[in-house]
């Protein structure tokens, strides 16, 4: 059992077997320049700030050989799995399926669709594309998960109050455990991001959990650390 302090009281994994490291839409469409974030007018600093503290995370799950799962906000060529109201809102100069500086726009396999280079996926970690903001909608991800055996989500990625939130929401009504990163995720709009951590963990963990990115790697730590007590002593008393 690995015990993480967390809000409003200790994450506890039954068993590294069963968590799952998901990092939501660090795409470049939503965090470099000239992409479709920056072309709605946002800040893209505040999510950029984020991360070195995802990757953070993604190595130490590397490191301990943990299941990855990362996911793509993006929509097929022909813009047929895109709901006409998703497509047509917001009035911007620009929107879902227009030519920008990173080729069209949310159109899986195009350059701005790309997790951005900080976080490129190795061939063992699966990438989820997903239409809609939650990535249970239109996807495999729940069978992908049941599959390994996973019972507990560790989320980071952007943004927190939209396609972070649903899919942790979306993994609560499906029996999910979800621990939020409060470092490791991040909003154009900061408030709207304190609010969404709020709305999560209120009432007991209504949602799920929230806690930083070193309270989970130290806790990933002293559990590697007491493995290696428990192998090394096992090898002595043999």
Same mark, same amino acid.
């Given at each position: 059992?690995?015990?993480?302090?967390?809000?409003?009281?200790?994450?506890?994994?039954?068993?590294?077997?069963?968590?799952?490291?998901?990092?939501?839409?660090?795409?470049?469409?939503?965090?470099?320049?000239?992409?479709?974030?920056?072309?709605?007018?946002?800040?893209?600093?505040?999510?950029?700030?984020?991360?070195?503290?995802?990757?953070?995370?993604?190595?130490?799950?590397?490191?301990?050989?943990?299941? *990855?799962?990362?996911?793509?906000?993006?929509?097929?060529?022909?813009?047929?799995?895109?709901?006409?109201?998703?497509?047509?809102?917001?009035?911007?100069?620009?929107?879902?399926?227009?030519?920008?500086?990173?080729?069209?726009?949310?159109?899986?396999?195009?350059?701005?669709?790309?997790?951005?280079?900080?976080?490129?996926?190795?061939?063992?970690?699966?990438?989820?594309?997903?239409?809609?903001?939650?990535?249970?909608?239109?996807?495999?991800?729940?069978?992908?998960?049941?599959?390994?055996?996973?019972?507990?989500?560790?989320?980071?990625?952007?943004?927190?109050?939209?396609?972070?939130?649903?899919?942790?929401?979306?993994?609560?009504?499906?029996?999910?455990?979800?621990?939020?990163?409060?470092?490791?995720?991040?909003?154009?709009?900061?408030?709207?991001?304190?609010?969404?951590?709020?709305? *999560?963990?209120?009432?007991?963990?209504?949602?799920?959990?929230?806690?930083?990115?070193?309270?989970?790697?130290?806790?990933?730590?002293?559990?590697?650390?007491?493995?290696?007590?428990?192998?090394?002593?096992?090898?002595?008393?043999?």
């Amino acid at each position: 059992m690995v015990s993480i302090p967390a809000q409003p009281y200790d994450y506890e994994l039954p068993s590294l077997d069963r968590v799952a490291l998901v990092i939501i839409d660090m795409q470049r469409d939503f965090l470099e320049s000239g992409g479709f974030g920056e072309v709605l007018g946002n800040e893209i600093g505040q999510l950029r700030q984020i991360v070195p503290t995802v990757r953070q995370i993604l190595d130490t799950f590397r490191d301990r050989g943990l299941s *990855i799962f990362h996911t793509l906000e993006g929509h097929q060529s022909d813009l047929s799995d895109c709901p006409p109201s998703k497509l047509k809102r917001g009035k911007s100069q620009l929107k879902i399926g227009d030519l920008g500086k990173m080729g069209r726009i949310l159109i899986l396999g195009e350059p701005g669709n790309e997790i951005i280079p900080e976080l490129q996926p190795l061939p063992n970690e699966v990438v989820i594309p997903k239409p809609g903001k939650g990535a249970f909608y239109q996807t495999n991800l729940r069978s992908c998960l049941q599959q390994q055996g996973i019972t507990h989500l560790i989320f980071t990625g952007v943004t927190t109050e939209v396609c972070v939130q649903t899919t942790m929401r979306e993994a609560n009504d499906r029996g999910y455990e979800c621990l939020l990163v409060e470092d490791a995720t991040a909003s154009y709009f900061p408030k709207f991001k304190q609010s969404t951590l709020e709305m *999560i963990r209120a009432q007991g963990g209504i949602v799920g959990w929230t806690t930083t990115s070193n309270q989970i790697i130290q806790a990933l730590s002293l559990d590697r650390d007491l493995e290696g007590k428990i192998t090394t002593n096992n090898r002595a008393s043999v």
